[in-house]
Nanobody, 126 residues
Framework: QVQLVESGGGLVQAGGSLRLSCAAS????????MGWFRQAPGKEREFVAA????????TYADSVKGRFTISRDNAKNMVYLQMNSLKPEDTAVYYC???????????????????WGQGTRVTVSS
């Protein structure tokens, strides 16, 4: 069982930066690939970024590549999403999620993730 709590969301102007954090509970955190997803009003939840259980591999959605960076600290059970050059279209609720590396490879598919946080809201003003 893994419990996830996101933080760091807020209101920022276009071009600004935010750093989201995800705190995970459980002794097996380093067994899980970790992902960030987002959901804008009236839209489906979409993949943003993911990092492998050991941190050696990452993958990003094309829409955030070059602007967002995912990282993790397994010693602290933390995952981060550094978001730079934010755009109004980045406005959404951002969710942290965990996928069991024993079951799946590093993945962008929502249904591969077993555990989800409650989300943190990011609003980018123009």
């Amino acid at each position: 069982q893994v419990q996830l709590v996101e933080s760091g969301g807020g209101l920022v102007q276009a071009g600004g930066s935010l750093r989201l954090s995800c705190a995970a509970s459980g002794r097996t955190f380093n067994r899980y690939h970790m992902g960030w997803f987002r959901q804008a009003p009236g839209k489906e939840r979409e993949f943003v970024a993911a990092i492998s259980w050991g941190g050696s591999s990452t993958t990003y959605a094309d829409s955030v590549k070059g602007r967002f960076t995912i990282s993790r600290d397994n010693a602290k059970n933390m995952v981060y999403l550094q978001m730079n050059s934010l755009k109004p279209e980045d406005t959404a609720v951002y969710y942290c999620a965990a996928a069991d590396s024993i079951q799946v490879r590093l993945t962008s598919r929502t249904y591969d993730y077993d555990y989800w946080g409650q989300g943190t809201r990011v609003t980018v003003s123009s």
